[in-house]
Structures are given as C-alpha cells and as structure tokens.
C-alpha cells in the first residue's frame, strides 16, 4: 500500500463492495468457468511445466478500480497492473523513470513543465494515447464535484491541495497540448514534489472515451459512503493488462494478458487475486499451492517458509516508525526535555533486535536515509535512563502520567506487532518513573479517528513514503499547524511550518537538499515534536517455481515479468 495515514471512511469499502459484488453478478452469468478454477490452474502445473496463471493472495478487496478515486494498497495493488503514468518507478528503487512520458523538461522557475510522449500507445479500448489524452485526464481530475472533492479524490486533494472550483488554490493551473506528443503543464507554484507525485496510481493515465461515456466524475454521497459511476467498475488503461471480473462469489479478481500492449508483453497470461483477510490462512494456502504469493507474511515465520522451499523477498526500507506525542492533550509535552526524556528512555536497539525483522535500523530522523535531504551527521539519541530521570525532574515532571495508545486488528509494515512493541516501549517508560496508561483500539474501528482527533497523549503510527521526496515524509508530518502531531500547541509550531513550505519551494535540487538536511537537524535537536523510532523492512513471500518478481521499497511490485513453473 501507499499512504497508511489517508482519513478514509471506513463505510466506504462497504459501500464499494456492494456495487462491485453487483456488477460480479452481472458478469458471472456469461462466464462459463470461474476464477476459484484459475486459481487451481496456477499451482497445478506437475512435473516443472509452467502455468499460464499468478495468483496472489490479497488482504483485502480493492475499493474501486478507478485508480483516481482509490486510496489503499490493496486497491493499487491490481490497478497498477492495469494502468500507467506520465512517470513510473524503477524496479526495485523509490526513483521515478519514463513511462508513457518519454521526458520532461521544466522551465526555469519550475512552473511549466514539457512532457514528451512516448507513441505509438493506445488504451485497451483501442483509442489512441496523445497529448489531448493527458489534457483530459487532468482536466478530468481537476474538476470533481463537492462530494468527490471531500471524499474520494482525496489524492489529488494531498497534492495538488485544490480543485477547480473549491475553495484553494491548486498547484496544478493548466494543461495544453501542443502537438499529439507534446503535453504541457503549468503549475500555478513550485513544489518540490511534482513532478515526482505523477508516480503515484491516482495520476494513471485513462481513456478518455471511456471516461466520458461512463460518466466517470458523477460521485454521488450514499448513507455514509459513496455511489460511483459504472466507469469505475470497469476502467480503462494502457498497461499490461486489464480486467476481466470480479468474483465475488469466490472471492477473486482475475487480469488478462493485454495483447496489444506497446511494450514487452506479461510474460503470464492471467492474474488472479484472491482475497483471503487472515495472514496466517494466506500462509496456509501458499504452502498449499493454492496461491503462488502473498504480501507482508509475519517475521516470525520468515524462516519457516524459506526452509519450506519458499522465497521471501524483503524490500529495502522505505518507511517510519515513530511515537506521536500531543502537547496539546498533555501539558508536560510542551517541555522540550519532557521530549528529551521519554526518547532517551527508549531502547530502541534492543527494540529493532528483538520485535522488528532482520535489517530493520533505528531512526535518527523523520525520513529513509535514501531520501534527498536525509542528515547523515544525525546520530541516535543515546539510550540514558539516568538522564532521562534527570531530566524529567529538571522539568517538574517526575512521575508523569502518559496515556500512550496502539492500534489492534492491524500489521503494519513498519509495525508488523503493534501490542509487543508497544510492550517494549511501554516497559522502557515506567523505568522512568512514568505512568503508563495503556489505551488500544482496532485501527478502522477507532485507533485513527484517536489520532486525528487529538485524543491520546502519545501513540504508535507510522508513514509509508509515497514517493522519493522530502516533502512527503517531514513535510507530511509538520508543514501545517494542524499535523497529528499538534505543533500549533507548541511555541515552534508555526516557524516549524514555514520552514518546511519555505524548503518546499526551493527550485534549485542542491540547495533545497541542504535546506532539508538543516531541518532535520533542527526539528531532532531543537524541535523534537515526536519521536522517530525505526525503519523496518517489510516483505513480500513467493511460492515454489515464482520467478522474476521485483520487491519495491513502495510495496508498487508490477506482476508482467512473473512466471510461474509447476514443482
């Protein structure tokens, strides 16, 4: 998955279900096999042949299949396959390369950028990719009605901030097809982001025949959730290849092979995505051949699926853990050496050694250490229990009370345990003389909402990094006075905030480096407004006879290079 921290109604999966199961329905009745048989097909193949088929065995149902209005991993997970951007991401790295853009070119203050297209493209519905195409779509994306603009384009509400006609400006201005391979884009101010943020699934290129005759912007509120347009149950894109159906019966999504694709074909002819919610069935069926893959297996059991002739396939870290604290909620966290004195108090190199899989690092700072802008002269702060003592009592703070918040119900890939590492950290505390007061709550069942809400005095989250950006991790987390973290509680909050936008609009790439590698400095020694704990590899597990599958530090794996070969 790609943001972990989106405020998504939870109502909307629900909502989404109910009208893809429809639409299953619909399709089943011409269909004269279902897809539980394919996924049969792909661990079927005796005595080394290679199977036609990849089955993945997915966490959940995707929420849409419009890429534009998705905003969970799961749901990213099978539309990537299908669709394409200006820019993608090199295999295996967080770096953005050409995609359906051959190359772009900004102007000199980073507010028109030139897009040459690759030609020779044409959607699966066989209209042409042009210039005029990419116009479409981001006009497209631009003008959502009030119900989509506070609901489910929530992507290009985080990046571009505005829409045509809602209340902000948008970075993004204007869009002008010069000829059919030339688009370009004016922004109406610099970010360091764009056009790096065109990496992300929600900027995916669409056809816009098919848009327009799926009426694919009429969003409309129902109950708690959304209503989506017919488009958005059956989108069309340029990449290797497209859907088929939704099983819902047999819980399954199944891709075909787009054969008239512009590059090197997928090497596997079908995809199938069956969902199976619980990790440890998910094991049990790759061990049973059922499925041929499956994502975020347990560290624990890492190496018993390797001695079971398995692969596990860790990604490079591209992620946070960090300790939230509420200043607001908790008076005695506006005290920079209250701060101080809880971060000194954990002992995170223990922490890593022991809840967190091999390779995992203690943070020194709020980003991966392959992010521009990254300080390498940051060390660790020293685990000193002694001084943390001293500390508190230096600010009055002896025998504090802490409420301290995790979520249940969730692994996340910086967190695959929540409650033992909240154990750990919690045990860490009290030998402070803190006060624990330990509060829990399922993470879509009220542990979000908490955080959103300001309602725990500190707490476990972490951050997934979208795309290679500084602006995506600190700027995430800090650049508004009114973050989760509370800084507008704080006497730094507001001079915090301006110096990230102030870093944000520095066009020149050297000399906004070194700006971001000044604040890291000053927000871990001077600011302190949370603590950053770790970056934990997270990874992904492939079956006997899975070949050519690329882990992605942004979890973004693409499935065309899979083959796939019988035992």
């Not at 209209?127 to 195409?133: G, K, M, S």
């Not at 989108?235 to 512009?262: C, H, M, Q, S």
């Amino acid at each position: 998955m790609k943001r972990t921290r989106l405020k998504t109604s939870a109502v909307l999966a629900a909502t989404v279900s109910l009208g893809l199961a429809g639409c299953a329905s619909s399709e089943r009745d011409d269909a004269t096999t279902g897809t539980a048989s394919g996924a049969g097909t792909a661990s079927s193949g005796g005595g080394g042949s290679a199977s036609d088929t990849f089955t993945f065995g997915a966490a959940g149902a995707p929420e849409v299949f419009d890429p534009f209005y998705a905003s969970d991993g799961e749901t990213f997970r099978i539309t990537r396959q299908m669709f394409q951007g200006l820019l993608g991401i090199k295999p295996g790295t967080a770096d953005p390369e050409p995609e359906l853009a051959e190359s772009w070119e900004p102007s000199e203050d980073g507010l028109t950028w030139t897009f040459k297209l690759r030609q020779g493209v044409k959607f699966t519905d066989g209209e042409a990719f042009n210039a005029a195409a990419v116009c479409y779509n981001f006009e497209r994306m631009f003008d959502q009605n009030e119900v989509a603009q506070a609901g489910p384009a929530e992507y290009w509400a985080y990046t571009m901030l505005g829409f045509k006609n809602g209340e902000t400006e948008s970075l993004y201005k204007s869009c002008e097809a010069t000829d059919d391979a030339t688009a370009v884009i004016t922004l109406n101010r610099y970010t360091s982001d764009f056009p790096v943020l065109l990496t992300l699934d929600s900027f995916s290129m669409q056809s816009p025949k098919a848009l327009k005759d799926g009426d694919a912007n009429n969003v409309q509120k129902e109950g708690e959730g959304f209503k989506y347009p017919a488009y958005a149950l059956a989108p069309v894109g340029t990449g290797p290849y497209k859907l088929e159906k939704y099983d819902e019966a047999n819980k399954t999504i199944t891709l075909v092979r787009n054969d008239d694709f512009w590059g090197e074909k997928a090497k596997t002819g079908k995809l199938v995505f069956k969902i199976i919610p619980d990790e440890s069935t998910r094991r049990q069926e790759l061990e049973a051949g059922s499925i041929n893959a499956y994502d975020l297996p347990n560290p624990a059991d890492w190496k018993g699926l390797e001695d079971g002739g398995n692969t596990v396939l860790v990604r490079p870290a591209f992620n946070i853990l960090y300790m939230g604290l509420n200043p607001e909620k908790n008076e005695k966290l506006k005290d920079l050496r209250v701060r101080q004195a809880i971060y000194m108090a954990l002992n995170r190199e223990q922490l890593v050694q022991t809840q967190l899989p091999e390779g995992a690092k203690v943070a020194t700072q709020f980003m991966p250490e392959t992010v521009a802008g990254y300080n390498t002269s940051l060390a660790p702060m020293a685990y000193d229990v002694e001084k943390a003592k001293a500390l508190l009592k230096e600010a009055g703070a002896e025998g504090m009370t802490l409420q301290f918040a995790y979520p249940s119900e969730v692994s996340r890939p910086y967190m695959p345990d929540p409650q033992k590492i909240h154990d750990a950290l919690r045990a860490d505390l009290e030998a402070i003389g803190v006060t624990v007061e330990v509060v829990t709550k399922p993470w879509n069942g009220g542990y979000l909402d908490g955080v959103d809400n300001g309602l725990f005095d500190a707490w476990l989250l972490g951050w997934t990094g979208d795309y290679n950006s500084a602006n995506n991790f600190i700027g995430t987390f800090f650049a508004s006075d009114t973050n989760d973290f509370h800084t507008g509680a704080t006497d730094f909050g507001a001079t915090l905030t301006k110096e990230l936008n102030d870093a944000n609009g520095v066009v020149d790439e050297a000399e906004r480096t070194t700006a971001y590698e000044a604040l890291n400095q000053k927000i871990m020694e001077e600011y302190l407004p949370g603590l950053p704990i770790s970056h934990s590899p997270p990874a992904l597990v492939v079956g006997k006879g899975v070949e050519g599958l690329v882990a992605s530090p942004l979890t973004a794996e693409m499935f065309d290079t899979v083959t796939v070969s019988g035992s």
